[in-house]
T-cell receptor, first 112, second 112 residues
C-alpha cells in the first residue's frame, strides 16, 4: 500500500522556470491538498480539492496552479519559479468527514 | 485572522521528565489534530480530537481538547529519547473541509 506518493523528492530550479510536482494517492480519498513548509511557520495550505474536477485556493495560492482530473492525482504547477517558493512541499489526502490527513514524503524545492 | 499558536516552540528536556505542549487557536473548531515530524521526514498523525473534553492516549503521549478555551495540550510522561521530534497541532475551522491550519511546531529534544 503506497499511500501518498510525491515526485520528485528534490528539485533545483532557476528563477523563471516552471515545473510540476506530482502527487498520487491509492486510497480512493476524495480530499487532496498541497501545503508548503517553511522554517518557523508550520505548514500553510496552497490549494486543495474535494473531488475530481473541483479545486479551490488555500492561504498561499499565488504562483501555483492545480488541477484534478482524476481521484488519484493532484499535480501542483509552479508557473514561473521565484526564490520565495523555495520550500518543502507536502501533498496530503483524506477521506473527508472526521478523517485525518495522510501526508506524502515531501518535495524539497530550491529556486536559485 | 485565524491563528494557531504553540507554546513552547523549542523544548529541551531530560529523559524521565514530564512536560506539556500547549496549542491555542483563535477561532471555533470542533476538531484538532496532532502530528509528529522527524527531521527530513513526513508528518505522522498522532491524535484526532473531535469533541470538547476529548482525551486520547498513546504510550507516553496524551492529548486533550477544551473547545471552550480553544486550547489543546499534548502531555509527555516520563520522556524517552525516541520522542525527540517536532510536534504540530492543527485545526479545521471549516468543519470538515479538511483545510487545516497548523501551528508553528514545537521542536522537542530529549536528552539522555
Amino acid at each position: 500500500n503506497a499511500g501518498v506518493t510525491q515526485t520528485p523528492k528534490f528539485q533545483v530550479l532557476k528563477t523563471g522556470q516552471s515545473m510540476t510536482l506530482q502527487c498520487a494517492q491509492d486510497m480512493n480519498h476524495e480530499y487532496m491538498s498541497w501545503y508548503r513548509q517553511d522554517p518557523g511557520m508550520g505548514l500553510r495550505l496552497i490549494h486543495y480539492s474535494v473531488g475530481a474536477g473541483i479545486t479551490d485556493q488555500g492561504e498561499v495560492p499565488n504562483g501555483y496552479n492545480v488541477s484534478r482530473s482524476t481521484t488519484e492525482d493532484f499535480p501542483l504547477r509552479l508557473l514561473s519559479a521565484a526564490p520565495s517558493q523555495t520550500s518543502v512541499y507536502f501533498c496530503a489526502s483524506s477521506p473527508g468527514g472526521l478523517g485525518e490527513l495522510f501526508f506524502g514524503e515531501g518535495s524539497r524545492l530550491t529556486v536559485l | 485572522e485565524l491563528k494557531v499558536e504553540q507554546n513552547p516552540l523549542f523544548l529541551s528536556m531530560q529523559e524521565g521528565k514530564n512536560y506539556t505542549i500547549y496549542c491555542n487557536y483563535s477561532t471555533t473548531s470542533d476538531r484538532l489534530y496532532w502530528y509528529r515530524q522527524d527531521p527530513g521526514k513526513s508528518l505522522e498523525s498522532l491524535f484526532v480530537l473531535l469533541s470538547n473534553g476529548a482525551v486520547k492516549q498513546e504510550g507516553r503521549l496524551m492529548a486533550s481538547l477544551d473547545t471552550k478555551a480553544r486550547l489543546s495540550t499534548l502531555h509527555i510522561t516520563a520522556a524517552v529519547h525516541d520522542l525527540s521530534a517536532t510536534y504540530f497541532c492543527a485545526v479545521d475551522p471549516f468543519q470538515g473541509a479538511q483545510k487545516l491550519v497548523f501551528g508553528q511546531g514545537t521542536r522537542l529534544t530529549i536528552n539522555p
